[in-house]
């Protein structure tokens, strides 16, 4: 039987990773600026984390939603702790595009409202709503299309209030600093202007917070810089440093009755030991302070750099934007100096989503490496 051909494949096959090296079948080892797309938080291979994990496994892995489950209660409190986002209510599953779903289904629960709002450049996902949700006509079926979305370009607010004032939106659901999209980000006007709207229009607002989550741009939540409360805040890549788990942060105005959303999977005692171990982490070793640190080094470095137009982002997710085509740039960084990064939409803008772990001598190695490559352009 073959793969059923979806990915465009680097000729790379991963066999191990430690902290922020990749090493593949021929121990080649490989800077991961990438972090397998914002998904390793604390670093490949963590001790805490492969100690958890693997003492969960051998006590008990997974029982049903049937069933007590503490780990989860700890999980909500740890998170509520770091993050400072007091009260929320915490349901877990799977998935980022699963997280935006249940987000989006439980605002249309809500309000029996139906109709969403999303912003130009998004990506939520590639579920039902989530993916009717993402400003991407190609990977929208027949079938997700019959979904009623609006879409207005990000710092938009008269667009916003247009649609809004009609009385009939659900939610809004924004990424605070796009990730496929490129990482563009307006501002904390818009971003409070919008807010302010969603409560005038009883339209619920959800933060997708998937990528941009669990310490990666220096917060704990992107949306954080800009002093507003989301109804509804998705999680995912981060949060278990590659084990699948996302969840979602339920504002206490929202209320919940059995049955409204279910899983199988989510929130298994092996999920919730891999996320516990990231909080830990993140904690103990001050990583969102180290995503603020070297982001400063980074952007400081890279500011030397030819052919840059701009630089985009916030802590450890980050863009670089050139005056030209970064996809043969890419290769170069992959194939000559062992270095991986990420593409976007934007198809000028080169992806950095490291581990929090990241130090400032992986960045120089970043930067000679980029500055040799650059000379060649
Ligand atoms: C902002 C955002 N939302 C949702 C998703 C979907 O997450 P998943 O691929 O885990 O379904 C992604 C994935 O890239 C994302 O970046």
Do not use: W
Not at 37 to 43: D, L, N, R, T
Not at 206 to 216: C, L, N, P, T
Not at 305 to 312: E, G, M, Q, R, Y
């Amino acid at each position: 039987m073959s793969l059923f051909n979806v990915y465009p494949l680097f000729d790379i096959t991963p066999v191990k990773a430690k902290d922020i090296y990749v090493f593949d079948s021929n121990n080649i080892k490989y800077l991961d600026l990438y972090g397998g797309h914002a998904v390793i938080s604390i670093g490949h291979s963590h001790p805490e984390y492969v100690k958890r994990i693997s003492e969960q496994v051998n006590t008990l892995g997974f029982y049903s939603n049937s069933i007590q489950n503490p780990m989860q209660v700890e999980l909500s409190e740890k998170i509520e702790n770091l993050s400072g986002c007091k009260d929320y209510e915490l349901f877990l599953c799977n998935s980022g595009a699963e997280a935006n779903e249940n987000a989006l289904k439980l605002a249309s629960f809500h309000n029996s409202r139906k109709k969403i709002l999303s912003f130009k450049n998004s990506f939520h996902g590639r579920t039902s709503a989530a993916v009717a949700a993402t400003d991407n006509p190609k990977i929208v079926a027949p079938i997700n299309a019959q979904q009623d979305v609006e879409f207005v370009a990000l710092g938009d607010l008269e667009a916003v209030k247009k649609v809004l004032e009609k009385g009939d939106v659900c939610a809004v659901i924004i990424e605070y600093i796009q990730g496929v999209g490129g990482l563009d980000e307006s501002t904390t006007a818009f971003y409070q202007g919008l807010s302010k709207l969603c409560k005038t229009y009883g339209t619920l607002l959800i933060a997708d917070e998937v990528q941009s989550g669990f310490g990666r741009t220096g917060d704990f939540f992107a949306f954080q810089k800009h002093n507003i409360t989301p109804d509804i805040i998705s999680m995912a890549k981060g949060m278990g440093n590659g084990f699948p788990i996302g969840g979602i942060l339920i504002h206490p105005s929202i209320k919940a009755s059995f049955g409204l959303l279910g899983t199988t999977f989510g929130g298994n005692h092996l999920a919730c030991a891999a996320s516990l171990a990231v909080l830990e982490v993140l904690e103990n070793e001050k990583l969102m302070q180290n995503a603020n640190t070297i982001s400063e080094y980074f952007v400081s470095k890279a500011q030397e750099l030819p052919k840059l137009k701009s630089i985009k982002g916030r802590g450890l997710m980050l863009g670089l934007e050139f005056d030209f085509p970064i996809a043969e740039l890419r290769k170069s960084l992959i194939f000559k100096h062992h270095i991986f990064t990420g593409a976007a939409k934007n198809p000028n803008l080169l992806r950095i989503l490291p581990p929090l772990t990241i130090t400032k001598a992986h960045v120089d190695v970043f930067i000679d490496a980029l500055k040799l490559e650059l000379k060649n352009i």
